[in-house]
């Protein structure tokens, strides 16, 4: 079965940098674009980036554009969400998500899901 695992999460101060792992197995990885969402407590899920196929196509939310890099490894079905200049409102829960026929951050869209990391930023 399809498997979808995130790493990577922790506490950090304001200014700090974080990398965010996620492998998947259980599907043909280069046959699925890629994205990471979030969720703050008493927030509602947000699409955070997304990334095609072979990875020359990434999309961002405005509130991360400029301090996150989204890439792949599909030697190593491992996509990746470098973050930096992480401010305290970047705080939640982050989840890597895989979906076969759609690009773009609607989360409904998507097919698998992992369990998620907390990345805690402090002030």
């Known amino acids: 079965q399809v498997q979808v695992v995130e790493s990577g999460g922790g506490l950090v101060q304001a200014g700090g940098s974080l990398r965010l792992s996620c492998t998947a197995s259980?599907?043909?990885?280069?046959?699925?674009?890629m994205g990471w969402f979030r969720q703050a407590p008493g927030k509602e899920r947000e699409g955070v980036s997304c990334i095609s196929r072979r990875g020359g196509t990434t999309s961002y939310a405005a509130s991360v554009k400029g301090r996150f890099a989204i890439s792949r490894d599909n030697l190593k079905n491992t996509v990746y969400l470098q973050m930096n200049s992480l401010k305290p409102e970047d705080t939640a829960i982050y989840y890597c998500?895989?979906?076969?026929?759609?690009?773009?951050?609607?989360?409904?869209?998507?097919?698998?899901w992992g369990q998620g990391t907390q990345v805690t930023v402090s002030s």
């Open positions: 259980g599907l043909t990885f280069d046959d699925y674009f």
């Open positions: 998500a895989a979906v076969r026929a759609y690009y773009g951050l609607a989360g409904d869209e998507y097919d698998y």
